[in-house]
C-alpha cells in the first residue's frame, strides 16, 4: 500500500468516516512544506526541540507510537501555535490539544511509514489529496 492510500485510510478513519473536521483542516494546513513551522519536518523539529523528541520520534519511527497528553502536545506546539490551531477550528486550546494528542500520534505515524521523512513533494501530493477529500 502506497503513502497516499495510506494517508487517505488514515485521514478517513480519524474523521470518523468522512465528516468535515476543522482541526484535521487545520493541521493539514500545517504539514504543508509552505507552512509557519516548516511543514511535517518542522513540526517534528519543534516536539524534539521543546524537550519531547522520544514520543514524536516513536511515532516517526516504525514501532510502537507513545502516547501524548494535551499538556505535551501543548509544550511541543507551543502556545501561540495551538492557540491558532485551536481558533481555525474553532476550538478551545484545551480541547484543540487534547483532539491533537489522540489525531498527531497516527497521523504522523502514517506519514513516515517507512520510519523516515518522506520526500516533500510525497507529502505534497498527499496532503491536496486530503485536502480533496475534506473540501
Known amino acids: 500500500m502506497g503513502l497516499l492510500d495510506q494517508l487517505g485510510q488514515a485521514a478517513a478513519g480519524m474523521m470518523g468516516g468522512g465528516d468535515k473536521n476543522p482541526l484535521m483542516q487545520a493541521v493539514l494546513g500545517l504539514l504543508g512544506q509552505n507552512s509557519s513551522v516548516g511543514g511535517l519536518s518542522g513540526l517534528v523539529q519543534a516536539f524534539q526541540k521543546n524537550g519531547l523528541g522520544d514520543i514524536v520520534n516513536s511515532w516517526v519511527s516504525t514501532g510502537k507510537n507513545l502516547p501524548i497528553s494535551a499538556e505535551q502536545i501543548q509544550q511541543g506546539l507551543g ?3 495551538l492557540k491558532q490551531l485551536a481558533s481555525q477550528a474553532g476550538l478551545s486550546s484545551e480541547a484543540a490539544g487534547g483532539q491533537l494528542a ?30 480533496g477529500k475534506l473540501g
Open 79 to 81: 502556545g501561540d501555535l
Open 102 to 131: 489522540s489525531l498527531l500520534p497516527g497521523l504522523i505515524d502514517k506519514l513516515t511509514p517507512d520510519g523516515k521523512m518522506p520526500d516533500t513533494t510525497l507529502i505534497e501530493q498527499g496532503l491536496n489529496l486530503l485536502r
